[in-house]
Nanobody, 122 residues
Framework: QVQLVESGGGLVQTGDSLRLSCAAS????????MGWFRQAPGKERESVAA????????GYAPSVKGRFTISRDNAKSTVYLQMNSLRPEDTAVYYC???????????????WGQGTQVTVSL
């Protein structure tokens, strides 16, 4: 029902900022909660941030709280992840996903993008 495409990843240095975008196509973007997740080589996929369908509620993993901000623009069918004060530990493939409820739980999300690589060097 919805297709997701992430963009904005790249190679940056410690302390730099990036803004990831996730563009949605198909009907009903505003009816979905959205989340950002990441997976580093050899590690489990982990939740990063989530936002309710109207943007009124957000949640963050403790490791990124205060540094990352999730937002959405329903008129543009796009969700963003602003990442500040990046650290090498943030290096991962970042995925956006859509689901029926606002949650940090990975299994609740039904639709996934292809991912975008973020690499943070020292």
């Amino acid at each position: 029902q919805v297709q997701l495409v992430e963009s904005g990843g790249g190679l940056v240095q410690t302390g730099d900022s990036l803004r990831l975008s996730c563009a949605a196509s198909g009907r009903g973007f505003s009816t979905y909660a959205m989340g950002w997740f990441r997976q580093a080589p050899g590690k489990e996929r982990e939740s990063v941030a989530a936002i309710s369908r109207d943007g009124g509620a957000t949640g963050y993993a403790p490791s990124v709280k205060g540094r990352f901000t999730i937002s959405r623009d329903n008129a543009k069918s796009t969700v963003y992840l602003q990442m500040n004060s990046l650290r090498p530990e943030d290096t991962a493939v970042y995925y956006c996903a859509a689901g029926p409820i606002w949650t940090m739980r990975i299994s609740a999300y039904n639709y996934w993008g292809q991912g975008t690589q973020v690499t943070v060097s020292l």
